[in-house]
């Protein structure tokens, strides 16, 4: 049984109507950093003071909203090359195993464990809001209210190395593989209205509630366990073993905006919601089970992980022509934050848009993000405005790693596909 296929496989088709909890930006601001851009609704999602900047009331609109989308899609995966067929010479190492070859196998087993390590994993996650979300009406008092509703998750699997032990006969270990998962039911309201204003500019001030409903799922198969399915495993962790809790996040936001240039603060989450994690299953009359209580034992897994949803900061700025056609965007998170699988995160980003008045012209954005901890990852970024509309965004990591034909290939990419009303 190949169990880091089926583990990535089953992965995949059960997030793949969900979306990454806050840890990546949503549809274009993947692109567009965290600065609040009046050509990109996605952007609205980000700092809480943003939604008053999205509705154009000189042409008299009172609102603005999404019509489908965005909907976007990730994957991502360790910094090791060729991880599948590694991890399918391990298996078969360990299940053939006999007196004859057994010390042979441990030296090549051993070796690939200390190739893969702890980085090992495939990750893939997914986002889609709700139609017609969000939803902004700005009133003509200097206020904006917003509604936002979205479907999130990420899933996660991973390699737990053990030491390998020669019995005479056979080789055994508690090497293992780990699946987390979590999704996020999301239903936020928000108010945002003009503080202050001189001639020089404006300041916008916002706040944000978000209802979270997030069920989190946890399994583990060990390679020495021959009976156990996985993909069976990893579904039940999904589903029958998931546990579910929900939790308020509240955000505060304030953009100061002039004629060319605006800067602007996030708090995210500021009164931190924790979540129930899922504890991992040591009971049942498996190996894989067996090998979780030792590897608790050993303190190499945790019995139960709940989530916390950590406040951060983030800083932006954009420099822009007086009709917003052309923007240099910037933004920075002054603090990481783990996500629902444990994976940390910090951006910084940059971008530079251009989105003209006519319909016929697409708008078009180049980017740059990284990741300033956990995997470290960056990203170039690329993307496209049909018809004032229709948006389509791209980004690929410029680390990449070798795959069993010794091509080289992203260790992630991320899509995002939505239409939604212009300004």
Known sequence: MKKIVLASGCLFSSTIFAAMPVNHPVGSSFTLSSAPNIRALSTALGNPAAPFLMVNQEDNDSFRFGILGPLSVGVEMGDVSDLDDRAEELEDLIDNSNAGNAAANKVRADKILSEIGETAYVKTSASLQVPFMPLIYKTKKNGAFIIDASISGVARANVISDE???????????????????????????????????????????????????????????????????????????????????????????????????????????????????????????????????????????????????????????????????????????????????????????????????????????????????????????GLTFLKRLNVDLGVALETVEDEDGDELPRSAYLSIGYDTAF
């Open 164 to 382: 390998i032990t020669n019995t005479g006969t056979e080789l055994t270990t508690d090497t293992s593989f780990q699946a987390k998962t979590a999704t996020d039911l999301q239903i936020g309201l928000g108010y945002s209205q003009a503080m202050w204003k001189n001639d020089h500019g404006m300041l916008i001030g916002g706040v944000k509630a978000s209802l979270h409903d997030i069920s989190m799922g946890r399994a583990l198969v060990s390679l020495n366990d021959k009976n156990d399915n996985a993909d069976d495993a990893i579904s039940d962790a999904i589903s029958d073993d998931a546990v579910s809790s929900t939790g308020v996040g509240i955000d505060l936001g304030a953009v100061w905006v002039s004629n060319n240039y605006q800067v602007g603060i996030t708090f995210a989450n500021i009164n931190e919601p924790e979540f129930d994690g899922a504890p991992i299953n040591q009971s049942c009359a498996t190996e894989s089970c067996a090998a979780a209580g030792r590897l608790v034992n050993k303190g190499k897994l945790t019995a139960t992980e709940d989530y916390v949803m950590e406040m951060q900061t983030t800083i932006d700025a954009a420099v822009s022509t007086k009709g917003k056609q052309v923007t240099l965007g910037l933004s920075y998170d002054t603090n990481e934050v783990k996500d629902a699988v444990g994976d940390e995160y910090q951006w910084a980003a940059a971008s530079l848009s251009y989105y003209g008045d006519s319909h016929y012209l697409p708008g078009i954005r180049v980017g740059y993000r990284q990741n300033m901890v956990g995997t470290e990852l960056s990203y170039g970024t690329f």
